[in-house]
């Protein structure tokens, strides 16, 4: 069964599109983000990133940044560098339970130096004191979220020159 495929519009604090994301329309999830890593063939799959790979990026975001999930084990595998994506429209998300390891902060600076941007999401306040938040140029925060208004005042405050998108904003038609 193919997926259908749409690219979601992620939002900055003020509610002027951002960026976008792929979104598998069948369902609320994401596409490239693995929620059981129990089966690591599923944790290897990555169909947004395949998909990118076979048509590009501006179907789905024209000229604003594309945002594309990442695990560990894709990072690992050296996604989306080895995978003939045009590096400098993607922003690689990754989740913020990400444990680094010397491994993986060589992988993030890799994806930097190549063009990627970086960005963070689903983390606590501690973690924008961490190594990862040095590589990130986005963090990725949830309208959902209860805390979301007290994470946009910290986030602006303390580390001003990420870039804040939200995602998951509601459309009321």
Known sequence: M???IVAIPVFDAAMAVKAYRLCERS???LLDSVEDFRD???ALSAPGLELVAAVGTEPFAGDSPLLVSLNAYQLMMGMPLNMSIDPHKLVCVLPGALKLDRTLLHRCASLRAAGCALGLQGFEEPMLEGELIR???YIVLDYADP???KKLRFITRRI?????????VPNHQ
């Open 147 to 149: 805390s979301l208004q």
């Open 27 to 29: 369902s609320s999830k």
């Open 40 to 42: 690591t063939t599923d």
């Open 160 to 168: 001003p020159d990420k870039v804040l998108v939200i995602d998951g």
């Open 135 to 137: 590589f990130c140029q």
């Open 2 to 4: 193919q997926p259908f």
